[in-house]
């Protein structure tokens, strides 16, 4: 465990095309969870901030064309991960931002956190994601 508890808020930030395909990405643990870009706040960072970081670190993409999705969602943190956060957190508040390309690009994954990506069509990428709000903040998009 690290010295320093986890802030118990983190972004999600969904990368798509202006087409709808969906950049998603395998987690290396657990193998077979596939997501958008996350990752947890700092201590000293901003939503915006960390979904920039997140993109940078995830997949080598600036954050030029980030838009505030408007949407946080509250969800339990599984037990597994308890450890991270301070004895009374059991929830996380992820913040929904969305970064449109003008079409498919090239990412660069951290090999440490994931081991695969695909550009999905709409239904496809809403198939594939694992978590539910991932999946709303993808169905958002639908309009």
Known sequence: ???????????????????LRFLLLERVNPAG????VT???EWDETPEQAARRELREETGLCGDGLRDGALARRFPILPQWRSRYAD?????????WYLELPAIVEVKLDAAEHRAC?????DAALERVSSWTNRDAIAALRS
């Open 39 to 41: 990752g947890a706040l």
């Open 1 to 19: 465990m690290s010295d320093v508890l986890r802030r118990p808020e983190s972004v999600l930030v969904v990368v798509h095309t202006r087409a």
């Open 118 to 122: 695909e550009w999905l069509e709409f």
């Open 88 to 96: 009374d957190v059991d929830s996380n508040l992820e913040h929904v």
């Open 33 to 36: 969870f596939w997501q958008s």
